[in-house]
C-alpha cells in the first residue's frame, strides 16, 4: 500500500509554479495556449518531473508529453492518468495541470518503493483541452483517442498561424497527427483527476467526489451580416444593425436555458463586433454559442431552439446569418466497475463517497474511445474556475493523491485475481 505523504500538497504547489513566467504566456496572469513559447517551457519542466518520477518520456505528434513506468510485464497495457496543460485566457493555476502533477505524484511513490503493478501506469499532459487557440477543443486527447478529423489541420489561431506552422515549431506536422493515435487494447483504464470547477463539494464539506459522467456538449459559431454605417446619419428604421440583432439573439439563448429549467445550460462567451467603433453601426458580429445537458436529446432540442429564435430574429431585422458547428460530443458515462473502485479509495481516505455529475468538459470525453474512464474531482475554494482565483487547499490535494494511490492498488489486484 502507498502511504499518503505531502505528495498531493507539492502537486498543488507545481501548478502554482506553472501559472507563471515562463510557464504563462503573459506576465501578469495565466494563459497557456497550445503550442506556444509557455507551452514547450512547460512540457520540458514537467517532462523533467516526470523523468525524476521514474518514467521514460516522449512526445507524441500532437506533442501531448507521455510518461511512461513500465509494469511488472513488460508492453502491459497502461492505466493511463491524464489532464491538460493548457489553460484558458486568464485562467487559473489547476485547472488541467493539477490532474497531471498528481498523476506524477502516483508514478514518484511507486518509483521510490520499487514497486511494479501488473500494468504499465502513463501520465499523459494533453497539449489541447481547452480549445484556447484554435477553434476546436480536445485536439490532444482527440489525437491519442485517434478521433481528431484530419480537417483539425486546416485550423489557424486568430493570428493566421495553422495547426501545421505551430506543430512544425516542435518538430512535428498536420500530416504526422494521426500517428498521435493509441493503438486499441494499449489501454487498460484512464483515470483523471481535476479540480469540481464547482461548489457541490465545498457546501457539503468534502474533499472529493466520484465522477458518474461528463455532460454532453455543443459548440456553435454564430455570424450576423448587417450594414456597416454613420451612427450619426443612417435613421434607426433604415438601419441593419448586427450588434443589435445579435444582442437580441444572445438574450434568446439565456432564455430558452432558463426556461428548460434543468441541468442544460448555454453560454455565449465570446463576440467580436466589427468594425468595432463608437461612432460606426456595426456590420459584422461573430459570437459563440456553448450549450450543455446530461444528455444528447435535452441539449439537441435546446440548441434546435436556439437556432429557431436566431433565425427568426434575423429575419425580423433583416441581416444574415450563418452557424457553423465548432465542436460537438455526446456525454461520457463514468465506468461502473472503476466508480466502485474510486470510492472505495475514496472511503478510505476517512470521507464518505460522494458521486457527482461533471457539466465541465474533460479530455476523459475523449479517452472512452480507447476503454472505460473514471473521474475524481477535488473540492476547489468558492467552486471557482477558469479564473485567477481558482484554489485548492493543499490538504485535499493530498486526499486526492490518497484516492488515487489507493485505486490504483485496487485496480492492481482485480488485474491480479482476474
Ligand atoms: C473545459 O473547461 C470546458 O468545460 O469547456
Ligand atoms: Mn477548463
Ligand atoms: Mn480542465
New binding site residues.
Partial sequence: MVSATASGARAAARCIELSRAPYSDRPDRLFRGWLTPAYRATIERVGAWMEDAGMTVRRDAAINLIGRYEGATPAAPALVIGSHLDSVRDGGAY?GPLGVMLGIECVAALHAEGRRLPFAIEVIGFGD??GSRFPA?MLGSRAVAGTLAPQAADMADAEGVSVDAALRDFGSDAASLASAARMPGTMLAYLEAHIEQGPVLEAEGLALGTVTGIAAQLRLEATVTGVAGHAGTVTMPLRRDALAAAARMVAAVEDIAVAAASDLVATVGRIEVAPGAANVIAGDVRFTVDIRAGATDRRDRAAAAIRAAMDGIAAERGVVLDVATIHDLPPCPCDPRLMDLLDAAIVATGQPSRRLMSG??HDAMAMVALGPVAMLFVRCAGGISHHPAEHVDPADADAAFAAMCGFIDRLGEQVRDA
Avoid: F, K, L, R
Fill in positions: 485547472d483541452e481547452e477543443a465541465a468538459g
